[in-house]
């Protein structure tokens, strides 16, 4: 299955932006999704893992949910700042052909 | 403090072969499956392969199989990634990653700690 992510996505400082990650076939709720931040020259950090958990450090202005009615998942940002401008990839895994999935990133632009 | 450190990437011609390495420390490695991902110029993330913590299960991308294999050591908290019949498109940079899910207990399949990452390039 293929994971899709908007290409981009702006919002202002303060606001609350929500990047969506569309699965193409099988149920968005069969794995666990994750979502990890990657800023310029540096490698990806975990910012939700098992579909809506927080890793420790992690503030909680960073949340994530699955809809298996639209069957995607959403990563939402509130109160944005500046520091959180980096690129977002989705990620799960194929049971069927025992592979990881990735999507193929977001570039978000507070 | 986990730390994964990689090393092995350098320029090589196509066709050619090379050996990734990954040291790692601060965990109990044999506990967690290790995973290869890279990341050509400006483009996104690519899972490349996994070994689970007893080396018994291995996978691949479609894009690798057969080219690439990946192996570990547990004695000597190491990861490695041979790829050989190397591709101009194999130029990425390479990162070593830790599983986040204690002997895939949840089936997440996470990643919780990333290295830094190697380049490998191909170019003739």
């Known amino acids: 299955f293929i994971l899709t992510q908007p290409h981009s996505v702006s919002e202002s400082p303060g606001k609350t932006v929500t990047i969506s990650c569309t699965r193409s076939?099988?149920?968005?709720?069969?794995?666990?999704v994750q979502w990890y931040q990657q800023r310029p020259g540096s490698a990806p950090t975990v910012v939700i893992y098992e579909d809506d958990q927080r890793p420790s450090g992690v503030p909680d202005r960073f949340s994530g949910s699955v809809d298996s009615s639209s069957n995607s998942a959403s990563l939402t940002i509130s109160g944005l700042k500046t520091e959180d401008e980096a690129d977002y990839y989705c990620?799960?895994?194929?049971?069927?052909?025992?592979?990881?999935?990735f999507g193929g990133g977001t570039k978000l632009t507070v | 403090e986990v730390r994964l450190v990689e090393s092995g990437g350098v320029v090589v011609q196509p066709g050619g072969s090379l050996r990734l390495s990954c040291a790692a420390s601060g965990f109990n490695f044999d506990d967690y499956t290790m995973h290869w991902v890279r990341q050509a110029p400006g483009k996104g993330l690519e899972w490349v392969s996994l070994?689970?913590?007893?080396?018994?299960?291995?996978n691949y991308a479609d894009s690798v199989k057969g080219r690439f294999t990946i192996s570990r050591d547990n004695s000597k908290n190491s990861l490695s990634l041979q790829m050989n019949s190397l591709r101009i498109e194999d130029t990425a940079l390479y990162y070593c990653a830790k599983s986040g899910d204690y002997y895939d207990r949840s089936g997440s399949h996470y990643f919780d700690y990333w290295g830094q990452g190697t380049q490998v390039t191909v170019s003739s």
């Open positions: 070994i689970k913590w007893d080396g018994g299960s291995l």
């Open positions: 076939s099988g149920s968005i709720a069969n794995n666990y």
């Open positions: 990620q799960s895994f194929d049971n069927r052909n025992h592979e990881v999935v």
